[in-house]
């Protein structure tokens, strides 16, 4: 519904779709593991920590995301009825 609106908030929810699609989706994760495999990283070093957490947090910190977005999209659409000149309120009759 937000991408046949179109606009900024439609690009912007096929964006934040996409990217929650991509993150807890299994095939990301399977080029994830192979590679992690293939960089051959000391397990004890900063580098390899700082990948481990940002595999580890991606996909939470995606669903967070997708959740403040949605949150926030039906605040606004909940905000002024009578600016979407939806019929709604006072100034749609």
């Not at 908030?9 to 990301?28: K, M, P, S």
């Not at 997708?66 to 100034?91: K, N």
């Amino acid at each position: 519904m937000l991408w046949a609106e179109g606009g900024k908030i439609g690009r912007l929810a096929l964006l934040v779709n996409a990217a929650g699609l991509v993150v807890t989706g299994d095939l990301a994760w399977v080029f994830f593991v192979a590679l992690i495999r293939s960089l051959h990283l000391p397990a004890t070093g900063l580098p390899w920590q700082i990948l481990l957490a940002a595999l580890i947090v991606a996909a939470p910190i995606t669903l967070l995301v997708m959740s403040v977005f949605y949150l926030w999209v039906y605040a606004r659409s909940g905000r002024h009825p009578a600016e979407r000149g939806d019929g709604v309120g006072p100034a749609g009759g």
